[in-house]
């Protein structure tokens, strides 16, 4: 078998397994997390697109997650509107944001942008939880609902239940992998891995790095906005905790843990960092300690991430299984 069809067979075997995964749980909790985990997939995602491939490390993608979970729930719960409708002007409002916002950081570069968008998550963070006649504070907001079923034919999808948003999620995680699939295979795929290689030859070659750094940048932010949508109205109680600085931190750990540069990477950083704290609780008194070993061990050990480790395995196991020339 070639290896594009050896792909496609894979990737295919994986859909299907992915389909029935939530009917073969039985426990309602790790379904539960396997749902924060693929949210965690299409923000991982969006990290990957401006650390992975441009270069530049976001320190906003939780902030910007923020901002579309809580567009969302407002429009829904203040404006009364669809739900479908306030989830699809989330990433909309939360681009025009990062468009305003990314315009002047992206001006600096290295660490300076790092400390920018640190701030930029720090003030998001403090107006969510200061403007409490709009957010609800530290209180929150309860009562956000779930899109309304859909109807396709003669079959519902119900989505009230956890089996039916999974499919939702799993949805938006399979666009957003293959939207950062395509960013990665075109014109500007190869323009921002040239900019993360050496922007100033690619500056001195005539192009306008900071156009391509602001388009990953407000692309980046959107699916933040996306993933922070299908959060709020899957938890159905919203208030800041969830958007603070160290969940940011945790979007960068992803990235690196599992890949950076890669596409299956921010998959399997987003399924270690939702899933890791929660195997360290049989660990209670030093879980976090545990948890911040592991991470560190990762990342001094395995500097480029757990698929291109693994890919580099499977390449070692598959030239001893090739036969001999002899």
Known sequence: MSKPAFRIAALAALMVAALVLPHLIKVPYFLHLIILALIWVVLSQGQNLIQGFTGYVS????????????????????????VWGAMAAAPLVTAVLALLAGYPSLRVKGHYFAIVTLAYNMV?????????????????ISNVPRPADVGLGGFTWTLGDRVGYYHLVLLAAVLATALCALILHSRVGRVLLAIRQNEALIEAAGVQAWRYKLMAFVVSASLAGVAGALYAHFIGFLNPDAFGVDHSLNAILAVILGGSGTLAGPVVGAFAVVFLPEYLRVAETYRLVIYGFVLVVATIFMPRGLVPLAGRGWRLLMDRLRPSDR
Not at 124 to 137: C, N
């Open 124 to 140: 998001i963070f403090i107006v969510l939880m200061t403007w409490s006649s709009l957010t609800g504070g530290e209180a929150g």
């Open 59 to 82: 320190i906003a993608q939780a902030g910007f997650m923020g901002i579309g979970a809580y567009s969302s729930t407002l429009l829904s719960v203040k404006l009364g509107w669809p």
